[in-house]
């Protein structure tokens, strides 16, 4: 057999090509295995605490079982039903003779408490119906059921029991953006006593654009005096901006109720030198609310500024006025923008952060201030409403997730790397 | 009096303290001409930089004044010195490229676009970087850096470039190559240079004058010629270049030419730029280069015999280490050749220089 003419050179070179080759790769092999296990208990961690978290929180937020699991028949049944007219007397057959069984083994409220999110008072509706089904002795049901209540024969209620038929629903996402789901299936908006989520979600940007612009005008001075001034000040600076950041947050939240409120010390203080004749209201309005928040987010705009500055040298600035560039002029061609990898990062740190805040407009705030995150615990402590809690937690996650990019963007922008 | 330069910067009197106890620059007098390359050299902490940095405008004078055209800097932001400063650490602008550095200058005297396409263009061919406009600082050599901040500090044609010790991060081949092209540029552009640096090296090669600092005082200003050859005291003759000295008194003098008796009991043929007396105590001061070994025998004044301690090769010269006049440590440079490989550790050798290359100075 002829060889190719092609083949025939690198036939000596190919053998030991390929060992070499194979050498690399056993030893990459070895590498990428001993990093793996060096981080596999950061990774574990992750997945447990963070990654399974989040991905229950997507399911409870579309997860409905619970009409299917007490009423499983009548689940099935109005499923199967077009919802254009009252069902048939099959419907009110089951769902009298479930309601009946699960009155006596006590499950039934689970199902009414699900029914009662759609239509309020549908809950009361349904125990009492559970109550009274004693006097119903045989069929037909439908009539009978619609004597012991007539909301029975209200095509609204039937409507909002095959709603509720699960096992997977959108009600909860639909209804943290203020929308709902019509009986056709068409997505439209909720009743006006209902729509508050998306007030909540704009009064949290609100409040983040307001402690962040503080943020920024109070942490950029400041991470350029602690970059710029001697070591011992500096120092001194750093740590009257750590101070606060190594205190318990809510400690922190409670010191400023103490300090904010009408006989509080900063009252007292301005009362005392005439600077004031009424106390100012400082607690359980916005004031308060920014004031904590600023506090207590100034750190982590100060410390990512202050580790881009710190890498900025003097001679930057005197190399722009050695060529002519006024104070100004320096400043926003040379200075600003080398700090904007920390600029981002710190604003991206405060914003993210301000968006999840609860114990301090809890503390501090008043009705109208409160975020998103109050609504979450809301509902997942005091209604125990875990699919509308998981829903609105998840559009908090999305908000975050929609400033990752500009993060990016900003990080980029610069041609050089945080450190 | 013919052609006097025209005197382009002057120091009156300045002062510097930081902590009002120590003054870092002391009664500095000193003139800078125009179209003149001078270094202030010195040990670190001479108050080298701290001139430099208050004719920037960056350092305030504590007292006297300091003076551009005659006119006084004293109410003159740094900003409107007009002076291109090349940083040791270049200070380029790492957020801009290249083209962008080099047009900052011209971009704040609000030139028009097209001027400064042209000027900073002109700019980075005189500094061999034509092309290379586009690229970031990061993307560039040390060297290359070096050039980009020479052509930013110079492409708006300031009054004065002050340079900090520009070379002090390249290797020494670049910086030896980076010298002669500063150099170059100095004499095309006939521009004003003030250059600080420690290596005396790169003082005597690239300067038209060289003015040596020593705790905040200048010691001597001169040509590389002057302050190498005719050194004005014990701390320049032993700061620039080997020196070996010799401790005694001053036997008699006539003209400019001195009998020194050493302590070791020899006596000395010396020269002394200031008059001596009698009996003053004395430092002589002698090049390694000029101290000759089997001297030839005419126009050697002081000879000695001396035994050979220690022979360094290094390559173009060796160095001699010789114990003589009841010292053991002066070295002499014999260049390669057969008579320096004959020389052999514990050989006594015949030892002169002549009068002339060996300096009296006054003790420190």
Known sequence: MIAPAGTAGEGPAGPADR????KLRRAERRRSLKAFLLVAPLLLFIVVVFAGPILSLLYFSVDDPKLAEVLPRTAQTVAAWDGAELPGEDAYATLVEEIRSAYADRTVAAAAMRL??????????????????????????????????????????????????????????????????????????APPERTIYIEYLQRTFWISFWVLACCIAIGYPMAFLIATSGKRWSRFLLVLVLLPFWTSLLVRTAAWVVLLQNKGIINDFLLYGDIIDEPLTLIFNRTGVYIAMVHILLPFMVLPLYAVMRNIPASQMRAAASLGAKPLASFLSVYLPQTLPGLGAGCILVFILALGFYITPALIGGASDQMLSY????????????????????????????????????????????? | MDDEPEVLVRFRDVEKTYDGRVNVVDRLNLEICKGEFLTLLGPSGSGKTTILLMLAGFEAVTAGDITLNHRSLRNVPPFRRNMGIVFQNYALFP??????????????????????????????????????????????????????????????????????????????KLREQMQIEIKHLHEQLDMTVAYVTHDQGEALTMSDRVAIMNDGLIQQVGSPHEVYEEPANAFVANFIGENNSFEGRIESTSGGECAVRLTSGDTVRARSATPRASGEPAL?????????????????????????????????????????????????????????????????????????????????
């Open chain 1, 19 to 22: 060992s070499l080759e194979a």
């Open chain 2, 95 to 172: 957020h801009k490229s290249v083209f962008q550095n080099v047009a900052f200058p011209l971009v704040q005297r609000r030139i028009p676009r097209p001027a400064i396409r042209e000027k900073v263009e002109a700019a980075l061919r005189m500094v061999d970087l034509a092309g290379l406009g586009e690229r970031r600082p990061n993307q560039l050599s040390g060297g290359q850096q070096q050039r980009v901040a020479l052509a930013r500090a110079l492409v708006f044609e300031p009054e004065i470039v002050l340079m900090d010790e520009p070379l002090g991060a390249l290797d020494k």
């Open chain 1, 375 to 419: 609504l979450i615990a809301e509902f997942a402590t005091r209604t125990g409403n875990w699919g509308m809690a998981s829903a609105i937690a998840i559009l908090l996650l999305l908000s975050v997730a929609a400033l990752y990019p500009i993060y990016r963007g900003l990080v980029r922008g610069g041609s050089f790397r945080l450190t």
């Open chain 1, 116 to 189: 009662n999110y759609e239509i309020s008072g549908f809950r009361s509706m349904v125990m009492r119906t559970g109550r009274k089904l004693r006097r119903i002795a045989g069929p037909p049901y439908k009539d009978a059921l619609i004597g012991l209540d007539e909301r029975w024969g209200d095509i609204a209620y039937w409507r909002a029991v095959k709603a509720s038929a699960g096992p997977y629903t959108t009600r909860y996402l639909l209804a943290a953006v203020d929308l709902q789901r019509q009986w056709d299936g068409s997505i439209g908006t």
């Open chain 2, 284 to 364: 002589l001061s002698l090049r390694p280069e000029r101290l000759t070994i089997d001297p030839a025998l005419d126009g050697v004044a002081n000879r000695f015999s001396a035994t050979v301690v220690e022979v360094i090769y290094f390559g173009a010269h060796n160095r001699v280490r010789l114990a003589m006049a009841g010292r053991d440590d002066i070295i002499a440079l014999a260049p390669a050749g057969p008579r320096s490989d004959a020389l052999a550790t514990g050989k006594t050798v015949e030892v002169g220089w002549s009068p002339e290359h060996c300096r009296v100075l006054a003790p420190e």
